[in-house]
């Protein structure tokens, strides 16, 4: 990296690491709560001697278009660092979300930081911080307007810790994501915790994809991270959710089979990790999986038949008939890509039908 703007990047952009577990092991040890994710940044990331967070308010809707507010600071300096970006309209966290890369300032004494920001640059050294480093929020195809935004009272470059800082924000642009959904998720990430072996642990540590069938029955609201040794029993939770929701036994193999091809699609072209949220609202189970691969070009997406959702036989994904098979299958199917990733929202009407 240089000691500007980093260079976009696949990959390397500040917005995720493609096929990095950590990402989710981030999110599902630390969440719901993106403030709980903060909180752990001091671990995370130690030689980093303050952290803040600015982003749109907490609201149910498009994240995108909103005034940034400060929704974390892990200190006094920090707050005082949010503070001045936002009352004097300068400083890498405005830079960062306007250019959507990371702003890396591994020393504000020298150009071109003073130059470009005047009086952030007095105000920051002022509160003692030498290095600022800002990374946008931007996974899974959302990018909420604000930033993650680390300093250090010491001059240099995040170096071996710069992977670690772009799965942080990665992690909490998926949280904040989160929150547009309205719903409380607290108790699904509780039991997902308790079922799942690859949570509750260091990030970075070694990984045991196997995941035993929660000790409760699954319920909704429902989140899951999977890979492709998991997809098995979070299919098993989504068929359970389905069936308790009062679908017929055929709506239950249409939606879980629709789902499952959802899931396969993160695994085998979303760098091989994704998430599963499921809940009900008004009359439809509502499903959404989420990666952080290349993303997607959804304008070569199949728009003939190639195997019919009647016949529960599994389509074959490189053909794109997966994606075909889930569109006939539920009632909508919505798709959100870009370079950081791809998030399909699945709904399947609550009606005892043969087709949605």
Known sequence: ???????????????????????????????P??????????????????????????NVGPPAGSVPQTRFSSDAASAR?????????EGPCRDAAGMRRPVLAADLRIEPWAQRWPRFTEAALAAG??????????????????????????PGPLDTQYPTAV?????????????????????????????????????GAPADARVGLDAEPPAVPLARWFNRLTLATVRSHVRAVSTAAGLSDQDVARFVLAVHEAMLNAVNHGGGYGQLLLWRRDDRLWCEISDHGPGMDITALPQH??????????????????????????????????????????SYRLEHASSP
């Open 1 to 31: 990296m240089t000691d500007e703007y980093a260079a976009r990047q696949p990959g390397v952009d500040g917005t995720g690491r493609r096929g990095d577990s950590r990402v989710w092991e981030l999110i599902g040890t630390h969440g």
């Open 33 to 58: 709560d993106v403030a709980d994710l903060c909180r752990a940044g001091a671990v995370l990331l130690p030689d980093i001697a303050g952290l803040g967070l600015s982003a749109g308010p907490r």
């Open 81 to 89: 660092l949010e503070s001045a970006q936002y009352s004097l309209d």
């Open 129 to 154: 911080a030498r290095a600022v480093f800002a990374l946008p929020l931007h996974a899974g195809a959302v990018r909420h307007d604000g930033a993650v935004d680390l300093y250090r009272r010491t």
């Open 167 to 203: 799965a942080f924000a990665a992690a909490a642009a998926e949280l904040l994501t989160l929150e547009r959904l309205g719903l409380d998720f607290t108790t699904a990430f509780a039991a997902a915790r308790r079922g799942h072996h690859t949570l509750g642990r260091p990030a």
């Open 305 to 346: 038949p190639g195997i019919s959702p009647d016949t529960g036989t599994d389509p074959d994904p490189t053909d794109r008939h997966g994606l075909w098979f889930i569109r006939q299958a539920c009632t909508s199917l919505d798709i959100t890509t870009d370079i950081t990733g791809t998030r399909m929202l699945l």
